[in-house]
Protein backbone atom coordinates (compact mmCIF):
# COMPACT_ATOMS: atom_id res chain seq x y z
CA UNK A 1 0.00 0.00 0.00
CA UNK A 2 0.94 3.14 -0.94
CA UNK A 3 1.71 5.94 2.40
CA UNK A 4 -0.36 9.18 2.01
CA UNK A 5 3.03 11.23 3.80
CA UNK A 6 6.45 9.91 3.56
CA UNK A 7 7.34 8.84 7.07
CA UNK A 8 9.07 12.34 8.83
CA UNK A 9 9.77 10.38 12.25
CA UNK A 10 12.62 8.28 13.14
CA UNK A 11 11.31 5.49 15.38
CA UNK A 12 7.93 5.10 16.80
CA UNK A 13 8.71 2.23 19.77
CA UNK A 14 12.36 3.06 20.47
CA UNK A 15 13.33 2.18 24.60
CA UNK A 16 10.36 1.97 26.54
CA UNK A 17 10.43 1.84 30.80
CA UNK A 18 8.59 -0.26 32.71
CA UNK A 19 6.49 2.85 34.22
CA UNK A 20 5.87 4.07 30.81
CA UNK A 21 4.56 0.68 28.91
CA UNK A 22 2.20 1.05 32.05
CA UNK A 23 1.22 4.61 31.48
CA UNK A 24 0.19 3.44 28.01
CA UNK A 25 -2.18 1.53 29.07
CA UNK A 26 -4.24 4.35 30.13
CA UNK A 27 -4.14 5.93 26.37
CA UNK A 28 -7.70 5.15 25.42
CA UNK A 29 -8.86 7.33 27.79
CA UNK A 30 -6.98 10.53 26.67
CA UNK A 31 -6.72 9.75 22.92
CA UNK A 32 -8.15 11.49 20.60
CA UNK A 33 -7.77 10.14 16.87
CA UNK A 34 -10.69 11.81 14.75
CA UNK A 35 -12.18 15.40 14.10
CA UNK A 36 -15.42 14.29 15.54
CA UNK A 37 -13.90 13.98 19.00
CA UNK A 38 -12.10 16.83 18.95
CA UNK A 39 -14.90 19.14 17.93
CA UNK A 40 -17.11 17.20 21.55
CA UNK A 41 -14.09 18.12 23.44
CA UNK A 42 -13.88 21.30 22.50
CA UNK A 43 -17.18 22.23 24.33
CA UNK A 44 -15.17 22.69 27.86
CA UNK A 45 -12.76 24.92 26.76
CA UNK A 46 -12.31 28.38 25.58
CA UNK A 47 -9.56 27.44 23.16
CA UNK A 48 -7.75 24.38 21.25
CA UNK A 49 -4.03 24.62 20.62
CA UNK A 50 -1.81 21.88 18.90
CA UNK A 51 1.41 20.62 19.52
CA UNK A 52 2.88 18.42 17.12
CA UNK A 53 5.81 16.15 17.76
CA UNK A 54 5.32 16.52 21.42
CA UNK A 55 8.59 14.90 22.45
CA UNK A 56 8.51 13.95 25.99
CA UNK A 57 6.12 16.68 26.83
CA UNK A 58 7.83 19.47 28.96
CA UNK A 59 6.10 22.05 26.52
CA UNK A 60 2.15 20.82 26.54
CA UNK A 61 2.31 20.33 30.36
CA UNK A 62 3.87 23.43 30.94
CA UNK A 63 0.92 24.96 28.58
CA UNK A 64 -1.33 23.08 29.98
CA UNK A 65 -0.56 24.07 33.24
CA UNK A 66 -0.42 27.62 32.81
CA UNK A 67 -3.70 27.72 30.71
CA UNK A 68 -6.25 25.91 32.31
CA UNK A 69 -9.03 27.16 29.86
CA UNK A 70 -7.45 25.46 26.60
CA UNK A 71 -7.24 22.38 25.46
CA UNK A 72 -4.26 21.35 24.55
CA UNK A 73 -3.74 18.46 21.75
CA UNK A 74 -0.60 16.75 22.18
CA UNK A 75 1.12 15.34 19.22
CA UNK A 76 3.72 12.33 19.04
CA UNK A 77 4.49 8.94 17.35
CA UNK A 78 7.29 7.89 20.04
CA UNK A 79 6.04 5.90 22.47
CA UNK A 80 8.06 6.77 25.13
CA UNK A 81 7.30 10.20 24.71
CA UNK A 82 3.67 9.42 25.52
CA UNK A 83 4.06 7.33 28.07
CA UNK A 84 5.89 9.78 30.27
CA UNK A 85 3.45 12.27 28.92
CA UNK A 86 0.17 10.26 29.98
CA UNK A 87 1.80 9.60 33.31
CA UNK A 88 2.22 13.40 34.71
CA UNK A 89 -1.31 13.64 32.95
CA UNK A 90 -2.84 10.68 34.68
CA UNK A 91 -0.96 11.35 37.69
CA UNK A 92 -1.23 15.32 38.45
CA UNK A 93 -5.27 14.88 36.76
CA UNK A 94 -4.60 17.26 33.82
CA UNK A 95 -8.33 17.61 32.24
CA UNK A 96 -7.07 19.96 29.45
CA UNK A 97 -4.17 17.67 27.97
CA UNK A 98 -5.60 15.12 25.26
CA UNK A 99 -3.43 12.75 23.05
CA UNK A 100 -3.08 12.31 19.21
CA UNK A 101 -0.70 9.06 18.53
CA UNK A 102 -0.44 8.61 14.91
CA UNK A 103 0.89 10.78 11.84
CA UNK A 104 -0.68 14.11 12.65
CA UNK A 105 -1.22 14.47 8.76
CA UNK A 106 -4.13 12.03 8.82
CA UNK A 107 -5.59 13.63 11.57
CA UNK A 108 -5.00 17.36 10.18
CA UNK A 109 -5.99 15.76 6.62
CA UNK A 110 -9.43 15.29 8.11
CA UNK A 111 -10.02 18.75 9.47
CA UNK A 112 -12.18 20.69 7.09
CA UNK A 113 -12.53 24.15 9.09
CA UNK A 114 -10.78 26.13 11.01
CA UNK A 115 -10.58 24.95 14.83
CA UNK A 116 -7.22 25.46 16.14
CA UNK A 117 -6.37 28.83 17.86
CA UNK A 118 -2.87 27.98 17.75
CA UNK A 119 0.02 25.49 16.14
CA UNK A 120 3.31 24.44 17.86
CA UNK A 121 6.10 22.67 16.21
CA UNK A 122 9.16 22.31 18.02
CA UNK A 123 12.49 20.82 16.84
CA UNK A 124 10.58 18.63 14.39
CA UNK A 125 12.86 15.68 13.12
CA UNK A 126 16.23 17.46 11.38
CA UNK A 127 16.81 14.71 8.40
CA UNK A 128 19.82 16.19 7.93
CA UNK A 129 21.21 14.19 4.92
CA UNK A 130 20.13 16.14 1.93
CA UNK A 131 18.52 12.77 0.31
CA UNK A 132 16.19 12.76 3.15
CA UNK A 133 15.33 16.39 2.96
CA UNK A 134 12.25 15.26 1.48
CA UNK A 135 10.74 13.44 4.60
CA UNK A 136 11.28 16.91 6.90
CA UNK A 137 7.66 17.72 8.14
CA UNK A 138 7.44 21.86 8.09
CA UNK A 139 7.35 22.38 3.92
CA UNK A 140 4.92 23.86 2.04
CA UNK A 141 2.80 20.64 1.51
CA UNK A 142 2.60 21.00 5.89
CA UNK A 143 1.89 24.95 5.15
CA UNK A 144 -0.87 24.18 3.33
CA UNK A 145 -2.26 21.45 5.07
CA UNK A 146 -2.41 23.06 8.21
CA UNK A 147 -3.90 26.11 6.91
CA UNK A 148 -7.76 25.75 6.74
CA UNK A 149 -7.49 24.18 10.23
CA UNK A 150 -6.32 27.52 12.13
CA UNK A 151 -8.45 30.03 13.10
CA UNK A 152 -7.78 33.43 11.47
CA UNK A 153 -4.99 35.13 13.06
CA UNK A 154 -3.98 31.74 14.83
CA UNK A 155 -0.37 31.55 15.06
CA UNK A 156 1.50 28.57 14.02
CA UNK A 157 4.95 28.93 15.60
CA UNK A 158 7.93 26.85 15.11
CA UNK A 159 11.32 26.27 15.47
CA UNK A 160 14.41 23.97 14.84
CA UNK A 161 18.12 24.16 16.01
CA UNK A 162 19.55 23.05 12.30
CA UNK A 163 20.27 26.23 10.34
CA UNK A 164 19.62 24.71 6.70
CA UNK A 165 16.04 23.66 7.74
CA UNK A 166 15.36 26.98 9.23
CA UNK A 167 16.27 28.78 5.89
CA UNK A 168 13.90 26.36 3.79
CA UNK A 169 11.26 26.99 6.37
CA UNK A 170 11.74 30.80 5.72
CA UNK A 171 12.00 30.60 2.09
CA UNK A 172 8.54 28.30 1.76
CA UNK A 173 6.94 30.56 4.31
CA UNK A 174 7.47 33.01 2.32
CA UNK A 175 6.16 31.94 -0.63
CA UNK A 176 3.06 30.40 1.19
CA UNK A 177 0.14 31.97 0.79
CA UNK A 178 -2.17 32.77 3.89
CA UNK A 179 -0.09 33.50 6.56
CA UNK A 180 2.05 36.58 7.49
CA UNK A 181 4.69 37.31 9.74
CA UNK A 182 3.89 37.99 13.89
CA UNK A 183 6.70 39.18 15.91
CA UNK A 184 5.26 38.79 19.01
CA UNK A 185 4.86 35.23 19.86
CA UNK A 186 4.31 34.61 23.33
CA UNK A 187 5.66 30.81 22.54
CA UNK A 188 9.42 32.08 22.04
CA UNK A 189 9.80 32.13 26.32
CA UNK A 190 7.76 28.67 26.57
CA UNK A 191 9.33 25.79 28.57
CA UNK A 192 12.45 24.24 27.25
CA UNK A 193 12.08 21.00 25.58
CA UNK A 194 14.72 18.20 25.50
CA UNK A 195 15.62 19.06 22.18
CA UNK A 196 16.05 22.94 23.00
CA UNK A 197 18.16 22.11 25.70
CA UNK A 198 20.17 19.60 23.68
CA UNK A 199 20.52 22.16 21.18
CA UNK A 200 21.92 25.21 23.92
CA UNK A 201 24.13 22.61 25.81
CA UNK A 202 26.07 22.09 22.72
CA UNK A 203 25.91 25.50 21.96
CA UNK A 204 23.63 25.81 18.67
CA UNK A 205 21.29 28.64 17.47
CA UNK A 206 17.60 27.70 18.17
CA UNK A 207 15.54 29.52 15.12
CA UNK A 208 12.02 30.13 16.26
CA UNK A 209 9.60 31.35 13.66
CA UNK A 210 5.95 33.11 14.29
CA UNK A 211 3.25 33.28 11.57
CA UNK A 212 -0.48 34.25 11.99
CA UNK A 213 -2.81 32.65 9.81
CA UNK A 214 -5.01 35.30 7.53
CA UNK A 215 -7.27 34.34 5.46
C1 LIG B 1 13.33 15.92 17.21
S1 LIG B 1 11.94 15.43 18.12
C2 LIG B 1 11.54 16.88 19.07
C3 LIG B 1 10.63 16.60 20.21
C4 LIG B 1 10.25 17.80 21.07
N1 LIG B 1 9.43 18.73 20.34
C5 LIG B 1 11.49 18.47 21.59
O1 LIG B 1 11.76 19.61 21.16
O2 LIG B 1 12.15 17.88 22.46
C6 LIG B 1 10.62 15.46 16.88
C7 LIG B 1 9.42 14.65 17.30
O3 LIG B 1 8.40 14.77 16.31
C8 LIG B 1 7.73 13.53 16.23
N2 LIG B 1 7.09 13.45 14.91
C9 LIG B 1 7.71 13.43 13.72
N3 LIG B 1 6.83 13.30 12.72
C10 LIG B 1 5.60 13.26 13.29
C11 LIG B 1 4.30 13.14 12.77
N4 LIG B 1 4.08 13.03 11.45
N5 LIG B 1 3.24 13.13 13.63
C12 LIG B 1 3.47 13.25 14.97
N6 LIG B 1 4.70 13.36 15.53
C13 LIG B 1 5.75 13.37 14.70
C14 LIG B 1 8.82 12.50 16.41
O4 LIG B 1 8.33 11.25 16.86
C15 LIG B 1 9.75 13.17 17.42
O5 LIG B 1 9.51 12.74 18.74
Given at each position: MRLKYLPSFVKRRGRITKSQEENLNHLSSYEISAYSEILQA?????KIVLEVG???GENTLSLARQNPDTLYIASEVYLAGIGLLLGEVVDGAIPNILITSGDIRLLIDDIKEPVFDDVIVIC?????KLKH??????TNEFFELIHPTIHDGGELFMSTDVENYAESIKEQLDISVGYERNN??????SALTKFQRRAMDEGRKIYPFSFKKIS
Open positions: KKNFSFGNPDPWPHKRRMLNSSYEK
